[in-house]
Nanobody, 114 residues
């Protein structure tokens, strides 16, 4: 069965960095686009970034463009989200999502605070 397991969240000061990982199993990882979505406290889900399966092209929400980088390692069946210059408004639970949005990971919490 499809499994997506996020890791790498934590507490970081404003301006700091974190790298989230999403370990995938149960499907042919290299054939599917992957997304990252976050949900801030008391708010709805917000799309963050996509990475395509074929050419690895990427797309970002305006709020993270230039600060976050999505990537994938098909040999390791893993997607990554490198987050730099973190702001308090980036505080959220971050979810890894399989193309089609039918399968989600359990989420990893990112808290940006001094």
């Amino acid at each position: 069965q499809v499994q997506l397991v996020e890791s790498g969240g934590g507490l970081v000061q404003p301006g700091g960095s974190l790298r989230l990982s999403c370990a995938a199993s149960g499907f042919t990882f290299s054939s599917y686009a992957m997304s990252w979505v976050h949900q801030a406290p008391g708010k709805g889900l917000e799309w963050v970034s996509d990475i395509n399966s074929g050419d690895g092209s990427t797309v970002y929400a305006d709020s993270v463009k230039g600060r976050f980088t999505i990537s994938r390692d098909n040999a390791k069946n893993t997607s990554y989200l490198q987050m730099n210059s973190l702001k308090s408004e980036d505080t959220a639970a971050y979810y890894c999502v399989l193309e089609g949005w039918d399968y989600w990971g359990q989420g990893t919490q990112v808290t940006v605070s001094s």
